[in-house]
């Protein structure tokens, strides 16, 4: 398989893709693939993994670290870059087997041509340091200066962040000492470079208002080339109290096997993860790479961490933690790698208390989890999402306070990390008094019509945002139901299983009163049916809106970057939809649903459907299968896969940026080839396979952890059978 991203260009329109398409990181910080001469305009960004700030009434968004890879290259006063007249060869490169980006660019001039290589990579081992490399070389004698170093002039949307920086030479290191906003944090950026003994040149440091740097005047001939070698340090106070002191420590402890520590560990990553589709190259190549965008998001380094809506690919979303994870993405390491899957589940256990929190500032009992959750909890969402591009005034917008379906995400997320793993010490570890607490939230938002013996659910967001404030989404009505039921089941479970640690969990919480409250109610939730159609009404009053199609509802705009969905967006009263929501709730509980109910609803809905959503495709994707129509579900899963490695997504939501990487879109891609075209259930004493794969994929191989034990598993189609081989490997 080719592992290779190739860029060949560098223009202006397309840097923002390029950036997240080239993207390299840890799960600690996420280095946007940006070239070395560029400036913030370019979007040049290194984001770190929950740190927040606010600036104003701006958004409180994440840090973006000073950039160390700055680097400027003169040819006497003529500054050479990738956009320079004279290039005639320019290439970044994406080794995503490893997370390397390596950069080659050639110029022709009238002094001889000039090559420069670059290599950086983020280490996945150590995730406080980067790896920077330099190459210049010439195939004639001349004289060349660059300077290079950390530049401090950072890309933020709402900043800026820093109120001030400290830029000193330290212990043979480049450094800067960046003060937050918030007077709190700090972030520290070494750099540490070793010139090659032969080169020629001569030094000088330059300190200016946002950089500090090596200046290099440097001596080329055919045989001579200037190598330079960095290892950098970003170090926080969320990391350790002295974050500069702490930041020289790590750059000088690199050592000349960094590199290969840092193959050997991506070689085990993708030893849990790789997938091998024969037949479909395509398929095969935008796979793994939708799985090296979620490796690199992975916070290994922490045991309670989650991945932002967008990852580590910049500032957008605020950096915040959506129902992504645990709905899109958490399958994805559960079935891979569960020790990261513990991990997210982590956070949310141990962010309850902001959930507690909200749910309380609302009215309501329980666990109402942030929409866009930040450290502790803490909603990120504004009650202004969206700006009217005719006034430019934001918009009131609902999303914070009435997509109450995000509680029942960390429900599933908990529900089925236990029934995949069998580890019940999440559930004694807080799990199951916060799967109570999503419960007890949901009770609390029952209403009794007073002539109707059921409680309703009125007033909320379902997974479709153009259509706000309604009845009876199924999906919300259904998903609090299965977190009520869910929550009886597992105390059950903990009170047969650990009946000692349960005593103990329900002294402090009072868990037997709350059970009692939930079994009183579990049943008498109003779960709308299928109609004499087999249809599902998305909400109460949803078919009789104006039926029409996206693409008509396309021409009623009067800008390109209108907002659809609200008060008076040209979706709100039509049957068109941003994403598939009663599609979601038939994949989530495709238990309770026939195939052909699900295969009624995907054909209403589809079409309707405008996928203003990244997460929308996967669903659409996994439903197909569900009905045995893998051609139906191979362009969807196709999107899913492709949605970084092609580009194009959706960039703006009225004024308001939202490029980025997806990986919510990446995980659904999973989840669509793995649940989808090899159909992996669960079972009591081994996962289920059913296989349907697309018919010109020859085999489909892929590797799962199953309590314990990785499996590879190899399914070979031949007109339409399959043989199934399944290998334990180590």
Same mark, same amino acid.
């Given at each position: 398989?080719?592992?290779?991203?190739?860029?060949?260009?560098?223009?202006?329109?397309?840097?923002?893709?390029?950036?997240?398409?080239?993207?390299?990181?840890?799960?600690?910080?996420?280095?946007?693939?940006?070239?070395?001469?560029?400036?913030?305009?370019?979007?040049?960004?290194?984001?770190?993994?929950?740190?927040?700030?606010?600036?104003?009434?701006?958004?409180?968004?994440?840090?973006?670290?000073?950039?160390?890879?700055?680097?400027?290259?003169?040819?006497?006063?003529?500054?050479?870059?990738?956009?320079?007249?004279?290039?005639?060869?320019?290439?970044?490169?994406?080794?995503?087997? *490893?997370?390397?980006? &390596?950069?080659?660019?050639?110029?022709?001039?009238?002094?001889?041509?000039?090559?420069?290589?670059?290599?950086?990579?983020?280490? &996945?081992?150590?995730?406080?340091?980067?790896?920077?490399?330099?190459?210049?070389?010439?195939?004639?004698?001349?004289?060349?200066?660059?300077?290079?170093? &950390?530049?401090?002039?950072?890309?933020?949307?709402?900043?800026?962040?820093?109120?001030?920086?400290?830029?000193?030479?330290?212990?043979?290191?480049?450094?800067?000492?960046?003060?937050?906003?918030?007077?709190?944090?700090?972030?520290?950026?070494?750099?540490?470079?070793?010139?090659?003994?032969?080169?020629?040149?001569?030094?000088?440091?330059?300190?200016?208002?946002?950089?500090?740097?090596?200046?290099?005047?440097?001596?080329?001939?055919?045989?001579?080339?200037?190598?330079?070698?960095?290892?950098?340090?970003?170090?926080?106070?969320?990391?350790?109290?002295?974050?500069?002191?702490?930041?020289?420590?790590?750059?000088?402890?690199?050592?000349?096997?960094?590199?290969?520590?840092?193959?050997?560990?991506?070689?085990?990553?993708?030893?849990?993860?790789?997938?091998?589709?024969?037949?479909?190259?395509?398929?095969?190549?935008?796979?793994?790479?939708?799985?090296?965008?979620?490796?690199?998001?992975?916070?290994?380094?922490?045991?309670?961490?989650?991945?932002?809506?967008?990852?580590?690919?910049?500032?957008?979303?605020?950096?915040?933690?959506?129902?992504?994870?645990?709905?899109?993405?958490?399958?994805?390491?559960?079935?891979?790698?569960?020790?990261?899957?513990?991990?997210?589940?982590?956070?949310?256990?141990?962010?309850?208390?902001?959930?507690?929190?909200?749910?309380?500032?609302?009215?309501?009992?329980?666990?109402?989890?942030?929409?866009?959750?930040?450290?502790?909890?803490?909603?990120?969402?504004?009650?202004?999402?969206?700006?009217?591009?005719?006034?430019?005034?934001?918009?009131?917008?609902?999303?914070?306070?009435?997509?109450?379906?995000?509680?029942?995400?960390?429900?599933?997320? &908990?529900?089925?990390?236990?029934?995949?793993?069998?580890?019940?010490?999440?559930?004694?570890?807080?799990?199951?008094?916060?799967?109570?607490?999503?419960?007890?939230? *949901?009770?609390?938002?029952?209403?009794?019509?007073?002539?109707?013996?059921?409680?309703?659910?009125?007033?909320?967001?379902?997974?479709?945002?153009?259509?706000?404030?309604?009845?009876?989404?199924?999906?919300?009505?259904?998903?609090?139901?299965?977190?009520?039921?869910?929550?009886?089941?597992?105390?059950?479970?903990?009170?047969?299983?650990?009946?000692?640690?349960?005593?103990?969990?329900?002294?402090?919480?009072?868990?037997?009163?709350?059970?009692?409250?939930?079994?009183?109610?579990?049943?008498?939730?109003?779960?709308?049916?299928?109609?004499?159609?087999?249809?599902?009404?998305?909400?109460?009053?949803?078919?009789?809106?104006?039926?029409?199609?996206?693409?008509?509802?396309?021409?009623?705009?009067?800008?390109?970057?209108?907002?659809?969905?609200?008060?008076?967006?040209?979706?709100?009263?039509?049957?068109?939809?941003?994403?598939?929501?009663?599609?979601?709730?038939?994949?989530?509980?495709?238990?309770?649903?026939?195939?052909?109910?699900?295969?009624?609803?995907?054909?209403?809905?589809?079409?309707?459907?405008?996928?203003?959503?990244?997460?929308?495709?996967?669903?659409?994707?996994?439903?197909?299968?569900?009905?045995?129509?893998?051609?139906?579900?191979?362009?969807?899963?196709?999107?899913?896969?492709?949605?970084?490695?092609?580009?194009?997504?959706?960039?703006?939501?009225?004024?308001?940026?939202?490029?980025?990487?997806?990986?919510?879109?990446?995980?659904?891609?999973?989840?669509?080839?793995?649940?989808?075209?090899?159909?992996?259930?669960?079972?009591?004493?081994?996962?289920?396979?059913?296989?349907?794969?697309?018919?010109?994929?020859?085999?489909?191989?892929?590797?799962?952890?199953?309590?314990?034990?990785?499996?590879?598993?190899?399914?070979?189609?031949?007109?339409?059978?399959?043989?199934?081989?399944?290998?334990?490997?180590?």
């Amino acid at each position: 398989m080719n592992w290779e991203i190739i860029v060949n260009s560098d223009y202006k329109d397309t840097v923002a893709e390029t950036g997240n398409k080239l993207l390299i990181g840890n799960g600690y910080l996420g280095v946007r693939g940006t070239l070395d001469e560029h400036e913030k305009e370019e979007l040049v960004a290194i984001t770190l993994a929950g740190i927040y700030d606010k600036v104003g009434n701006g958004w409180r968004e994440p840090l973006n670290a000073p950039n160390p890879f700055w680097s400027k290259i003169h040819l006497d006063d003529q500054l050479l870059t990738a956009r320079s007249e004279n290039v005639i060869f320019h290439e970044q490169n994406l080794q995503f087997r *490893y997370g390397i980006l &390596i950069r080659e660019t050639v110029w022709k001039t009238e002094k001889g041509n000039i090559t420069l290589k670059t290599e950086r990579y983020a280490d &996945i081992n150590a995730v406080n340091k980067l790896h920077y490399r330099i190459s210049l070389s010439s195939d004639q004698v001349m004289h060349l200066r660059l300077s290079t170093g &950390i530049n401090s002039d950072v890309w933020d949307i709402h900043g800026p962040h820093y109120k001030g920086v400290r830029l000193i030479e330290k212990d043979s290191c480049l450094a800067c000492e960046a003060l937050v906003q918030n007077d709190i944090d700090r972030v520290a950026v070494v750099r540490e470079d070793t010139i090659a003994e032969s080169s020629i040149y001569e030094k000088r440091l330059v300190t200016d208002e946002s950089k500090i740097f090596n200046c290099y005047e440097i001596e080329l001939n055919p045989h001579q080339s200037f190598e330079l070698t960095s290892e950098i340090a970003i170090v926080t106070t969320k990391d350790h109290s002295d974050a500069l002191n702490k930041a020289i420590q790590v750059c000088q402890s690199s050592s000349s096997s960094d590199k290969t520590n840092h193959l050997s560990k991506w070689d085990k990553i993708w030893n849990t993860c790789e997938v091998e589709i024969g037949g479909d190259e395509m398929a095969e190549m935008g796979m793994n790479y939708s799985l090296y965008q979620l490796n690199i998001a992975a916070p290994r380094h922490s045991k309670s961490l989650s991945i932002p809506a967008r990852a580590l690919s910049g500032q957008v979303y605020k950096g915040a933690i959506f129902w992504d994870t645990e709905m899109f993405m958490l399958d994805y390491f559960l079935w891979t790698q569960p020790e990261i899957a513990k991990t997210l589940i982590g956070y949310r256990i141990d962010t309850l208390s902001g959930a507690l929190e909200k749910a309380s500032q609302y009215g309501y009992e329980g666990a109402f989890y942030a929409w866009e959750s930040q450290e502790g909890g803490f909603d990120a969402c504004s009650d202004y999402n969206v700006t009217d591009v005719f006034t430019n005034r934001p918009v009131r917008t609902y999303f914070k306070d009435k997509q109450m379906h995000i509680s029942s995400a960390i429900a599933r997320g &908990i529900d089925y990390y236990v029934q995949v793993t069998d580890d019940f010490s999440v559930l004694l570890e807080g799990g199951l008094i916060t799967v109570i607490e999503c419960a007890m939230f *949901y009770r609390s938002l029952l209403l009794k019509p007073l002539l109707k013996d059921h409680f309703v659910i009125n007033d909320v967001i379902g997974p479709d945002e153009y259509h706000e404030r309604v009845n009876n989404n199924a999906y919300t009505n259904y998903m609090a139901h299965y977190t009520i039921k869910c929550a009886i089941e597992q105390a059950k479970a903990v009170m047969t299983l650990y009946p000692e640690a349960y005593l103990a969990i329900d002294k402090v919480n009072d868990i037997s009163e709350k059970l009692k409250k939930l079994e009183a109610v579990v049943d008498k939730i109003y779960l709308p049916k299928p109609n004499e159609f087999g249809l599902l009404e998305q909400f109460d009053g949803y078919f009789t809106l104006e039926d029409i199609t996206p693409d008509i509802a396309k021409s009623r705009l009067k800008h390109p970057k209108e907002y659809w969905g609200g008060g008076n967006g040209v979706a709100s009263d039509t049957q068109v939809i941003k994403q598939a929501d009663v599609l979601t709730l038939m994949e989530v509980r495709s238990d309770i649903f026939s195939p052909d109910v699900i295969e009624k609803n995907w054909h209403y809905y589809e079409p309707r459907t405008e996928h203003g959503s990244s997460l929308s495709a996967c669903m659409y994707a996994l439903t197909a299968c569900r009905f045995n129509r893998p051609d139906l579900s191979y362009p969807f899963f196709l999107k899913s896969a492709l949605s970084d490695l092609k580009g194009g997504g959706k960039q703006w939501a009225g004024l308001v940026y939202i490029g980025g990487t997806h990986p919510a879109a990446s995980g659904g891609a999973w989840k669509s080839l793995i649940q989808g075209f090899a159909g992996l259930e669960l079972s009591e004493n081994e996962p289920l396979l059913s296989p349907n794969l697309p018919e010109h994929w020859q085999y489909l191989v892929f590797r799962i952890n199953y309590k314990g034990k990785l499996i590879k598993i190899r399914i070979n189609s031949v007109k339409g059978s399959y043989h199934i081989l399944r290998e334990e490997i180590k």
